[in-house]
């Protein structure tokens, strides 16, 4: 993200939602306000229990995608998986919702599992009491830099962008972003099992966060900042709010922290100094009803 480039054009996401895919909604019969018998498509949750190698980890409640990706993003945002670890096997089976990630690395996670703190995410999140170690150990790049037109544009393909939430609502998205172009858009019932999925995928398929930009759909947590800046990533973007947590620690790691960006607005409460305000907004319409939408739902 250099302040010279010209931002890139739209192109196709890497990942994109499929909210079509078998399995991750339902049909559900109810009445509407008045009584009349109604359908609704509701999201589908299941469980997936996590080894790494032959210890249980953690049972996460999922839509039941990329539970690979999940897998390894999740060991890897709890510190559990280190950057010079070689995965040797990511075994998945359905019908036993179990996943196994082998590493050539004997590891045993006995005592940090007792350790472990329940903290603000939806659906039963959690963080790990050595998470702050790599926290307080990563450097985030100083010279990164976000355009508000790349921020303009990232926020109107996102949210027009056909998915699981505005087919069926009660999820969360997350999506790594690169200048102006969305790469990977991933869901979950809880907004900590996209960032993971996004770190898993960053993680196999060899993907520095130095010059990318993260977009949630969720509120701006302490669990979201951290597992931002454990991935590298500079910049951190939602639609809805912050909690008081979430900007000190931002602050801490030198993380830009964006909220509230819906259509001419958005506010920065960390890391100010990336941003190169390039837009003119007195050219730029208001946000449209349609592109509200994203944000009716979020919590």
Known sequence: M????APTPEAAYL?????DADGLSAEVSGH???????TTRVVTERPLTLYLNRQEIVTMMTIGDHPDLLAVGYLINQNMLRPDDEITAIDHDDDLDVVVVRTARETDYESVLQKKVRTS???QGTVFG???????????PAGAVLHTSWLHGLTKTINTTPSLYLAAGAIHGCVLCERDRPLVYM?????????DKIAGWMRLNG???????????????????IKTVMMGIPVL????GFTAWGVELARQAGLTLIGRARGKRFTVLSGNERIDRDMDWSKVADETPDMRRKGAGDD
Do not use: W
């Open 130 to 140: 050595d998470v702050m170690e790599g926290f307080d150990a990563t450097a985030l």
């Open 187 to 195: 869901e979950d019932v809880g907004r900590h099992n996209a960032v």
């Open 15 to 19: 990942v994109a939602p499929d909210p």
């Open 121 to 123: 995410g939806c659906a």
């Open 32 to 38: 509407d306000q008045d009584g009349n018998p109604m």
């Open 237 to 240: 973007v939602s639609r809805s």
């Open 2 to 5: 250099t302040a010279n480039a």
């Open 207 to 225: 993907v520095a966060g130095a010059d990318k930009i993260f977009y949630t759909t969720g509120r701006l947590t302490s669990e979201m900042v």
